[in-house]
């Protein structure tokens, strides 16, 4: 079962996901459709119950950093599902009996989780915004300059959705730093 959602909250995610779970189903895949809100979530049927998914944000630049961090989890029984080193949001899934519902042992790592992430949004929001400054103020004036209506009709619609999608994005990204500040 494919499902696409879109999402402000961390948390929020984290339980829809679960609540699917509870439901007969099992994640296997998060494909992101347009980062940092929309999702293609897949499913697949699965009678265990008490299977329960965790969420953690970390970028690695090194392949071996990322390699012992997979290991970490899985060590402790929880399987990767979806992320990459360079992606962030890393998903684990619980396919013990032991009841290990959460995969921060500790307060100090869980409080590393959210300001990674609240760091990343920023950063996100912001080169977002830049980026539609730069492409709508400073670049508007050269589509002046086709000589063709047509083209110039087309390539200006092209770019106000570009722009618009850009700044959209920027704006989400920081509207995912304030919720996950405030959870």
Same mark, same amino acid.
């Given at each position: 079962?494919?499902?696409?959602?879109?999402?402000?909250?961390?948390?929020?995610?984290?339980?829809?996901?679960?609540?699917?779970?509870?439901?007969?189903?099992?994640?296997?895949?998060?494909?992101?459709?347009?980062?940092?809100?929309?999702?293609?979530?897949? /499913?697949?049927?699965?009678? =265990? *119950? !008490?299977?329960?998914?965790?969420?953690?944000? +970390?970028?690695? $630049?090194?392949? %071996?950093? @990322?390699?012992?961090?997979?290991?970490?989890?899985?060590?402790?029984?929880?399987?990767?599902?979806?992320?990459?080193?360079?992606?962030?949001?890393?998903?684990?899934?619980?396919?013990?009996?032991?009841?290990?519902?959460?995969? /921060?042992?500790?307060?100090? =790592? *869980? !409080?590393?989780?959210?300001?990674?992430?609240? +760091?990343?949004? $920023?950063?996100? %929001?912001? @080169?977002?915004?830049?980026?539609?400054?730069?492409?709508?103020?400073?670049?508007?004036?050269?589509?002046?300059?086709?000589?063709?209506?047509?083209?110039?009709?087309?390539?200006?619609?092209?770019?106000?959705?570009?722009?618009?999608?850009?700044?959209?994005?920027?704006?989400?990204?920081?509207?995912?730093?304030?919720?996950?500040?405030?959870?």
């Amino acid at each position: 079962m494919k499902i696409y959602k879109a999402f402000l909250s961390l948390k929020n995610e984290e339980k829809w996901i679960n609540s699917i779970q509870q439901e007969g189903y099992r994640l296997i895949k998060v494909s992101r459709i347009f980062p940092p809100v929309f999702f293609k979530y897949t /499913f697949v049927r699965d009678s =265990s *119950k !008490n299977i329960k998914v965790c969420m953690d944000y +970390k970028k690695f $630049i090194r392949h %071996s950093d @990322y390699t012992s961090y997979i290991s970490l989890f899985e060590d402790s029984g929880w399987h990767h599902i979806s992320g990459n080193r360079g992606s962030g949001i890393q998903y684990f899934q619980n396919y013990t009996d032991k009841n290990v519902y959460e995969i /921060f042992s500790d307060a100090e =790592s *869980k !409080n590393n989780f959210f300001k990674n992430y609240i +760091k990343y949004s $920023i950063c996100m %929001s912001t @080169y977002c915004v830049a980026f539609f400054i730069d492409i709508f103020l400073v670049n508007f004036n050269n589509f002046y300059k086709i000589k063709d209506n047509y083209i110039r009709l087309t390539a200006l619609t092209m770019f106000s959705l570009l722009t618009s999608v850009i700044l959209i994005q920027g704006v989400f990204y920081l509207v995912k730093a304030i919720k996950v500040k405030k959870e």
